[in-house]
Structure formats: C-alpha cells, structure tokens
C-alpha cells in the first residue's frame, strides 16, 4: 500500500523573523541624524575660532558636491568653479559671524543663490552685447567687409572717456543701477543717467566709423 507524501512544511517563522522593529530603525536614524549633526556643530565652532583645518576639511568634503550645483545652474564648468571658490571665501573671511544649525545647508543655500545671481549677470550681459552689436550692425554701411564681434565692441568700449568707460561698464557688465552709479561716482542719480546715455551714444559714433 503506498503513502502520499504529506507537502513538506517550512518552519514556522517566528513574529520577531516576520516583523520589523520600526521604532528601532527610527532610533538608528535619529543617532546617525544626531551625530552628523554634532558634527556639524563642531566644525562651524572650529571655523569661527579660526582653525585653517577645520576650513580644509569643509573644502574637501564639500566642494565637489556644490560644484555639481553650482554646474547645473550656470551651465558652465568655469562659472561653477568661480561661484563655488567665492563661497568659501566669503565663509572664511565671515567665519566670526557663523551662526548656522546646519553648515551644509548654509553652504549649499549660498551656491545656489550666488550662482543664480551668476547666470542672471551673464543674461544681461550677453543681452547687452547682443543689443550694441544690432544697433552697431545695422549703422555699418558696408555688412559685407565689416564683421563686428564682441572683441569690437569692447575694443570701442576701450576707446570711451574714462569717466564714460567706468559708468557703462558699471551699468552693463555689473548690472548697477543709476542710483548705484551715482554713489560710486559722487553724483547725482540724474548726471549718472546722463553719463550712460553719453556713452552709448559715444559706443555707436564709435562702432559707425
């Protein structure tokens, strides 16, 4: 007489095999979270004391990872690299009044807005350049046997009064306002509009020839 064979059977599992102890995890969670944290703390009571070490081991555990950021937002290796080089700088020379819960947070805040700020300079100032070279090229008696470039511009730039010079590089190429200009320059708000004016319209005489 022949037997079935009975299905073989696991072992019963016990519930704490089955269950996951999810306060335990969050405690784990929470050391790590807390250590990193102290941490933190620490290094940004070093660098306010002035510990050169302490600012290396910032420059090192952070730079690629801002760089990334910084990348992302401007597009471009060199303005990355520049944004994230005055971050620091800007952290070590205000090392004194570093006040923050969390240094990474502070530092990544800082790429951010800094290189935003970057890109929204070289919009402008490739609007800028764009818009002298329209109005330049389309002066140009002879498009045929004259290709304005940036270089060109610039080169006409060059050629300004000082004065002239200074005032519309302040306004184009470091986004000043008039109001700016004028703190800068020692005069009006009014005489600063003036002054712009007067060298563009000196750039085009320029540019024209």
Request: glycine share 2%; no cysteine.
């Amino acid at each position: 007489m022949g037997f079935m064979a009975s299905p073989r059977e696991e072992p019963p599992s016990s519930i704490e095999e089955d269950m996951v102890d999810e306060d335990f995890l969050d405690d784990v969670r929470d050391t790590g979270h807390n250590t990193e944290r102290d941490a933190e703390l620490m290094l940004s009571a070093q660098l306010r004391d002035g510990n050169p070490d302490a600012f290396a081991r910032v420059v090192v555990q952070y730079t690629d990872r801002l760089t990334r950021l910084a990348f992302y937002i401007t597009g471009s290796r060199d303005s990355a690299d520049d944004v994230v080089q005055k971050v620091f700088v800007d952290l070590w020379e205000r090392r004194d009044a570093l006040r923050v819960e969390s240094l990474k947070s502070y530092l990544f805040r800082a790429v951010h807005n800094r290189a935003l700020n970057d890109r929204k300079a070289t919009a402008v100032r490739k609007r800028y350049q764009m818009t002298v070279l329209a109005e330049a090229e389309a002066a140009a008696p002879s498009p045929e046997n004259r290709v304005l470039t940036q270089a060109v511009v610039q080169a006409a730039v060059d050629q300004l009064a000082e004065r002239r010079q200074i005032a519309i590089r302040l306004r184009f190429e470091e986004q000043m306002t008039h109001a700016e200009i004028a703190n800068i320059l020692a005069i009006s708000p009014l005489a600063a509009r003036l002054l712009v004016a007067r060298a563009l319209a000196d750039l085009r005489e320029i540019l024209e020839k």
